[in-house]
């Protein structure tokens, strides 16, 4: 496993998805996707693999998404993401998966720990 740690996010490379862990204040714009997309094709090349966006480990913590870059780089998503996957019941969390839904049409599902998504897609770390 490759960890990036960029000043708004921490990205975990694993063999078939991403951990996309977001820092306190972050904005995940064009600029954070911009960066991040770089690095995956940098360690997957265009493979599409999974997201997994886990837990704020902070419930204070908080971080917000421009839904809007689902729309310009909507092609670039749908063909890089094969899933998404929250580890939170958090209704912001939540509020920003439906986003993805809505604007992509990319699979999204709600679980409760890494390890679940592991059975369900049948993964190796």
Avoid at 10 to 21: G, M, N, Q, R, T
Avoid at 43 to 69: A, H
Wanted: hydrophobic share 40%; with cysteine.
């Amino acid at each position: 496993m490759k960890e990036i740690d960029l000043i708004e996010c921490k990205l975990k490379f694993k063999k078939h998805y991403i951990i996309l862990e977001l820092k306190d204040g972050a904005h995940f714009d064009s600029r954070l996707f911009e960066q991040s997309y770089e690095l995956k094709l940098n360690y997957y090349g265009t493979k599409p693999v999974g997201i997994i966006i886990p837990p704020r480990e902070n419930k204070q913590d908080s971080y917000s998404f421009n839904p809007l870059i689902l729309i310009e780089y909507y092609f670039t998503f749908k063909a890089q993401v094969k899933w998404v996957a929250l580890l939170s019941n958090d209704s912001i969390d939540v509020n920003h998966l439906e986003y993805v839904k809505k604007f992509t049409k990319i699979p999204c599902y709600i679980f409760k720990n890494e390890k679940e998504v592991i059975l369900r897609f049948k993964l190796t770390y």
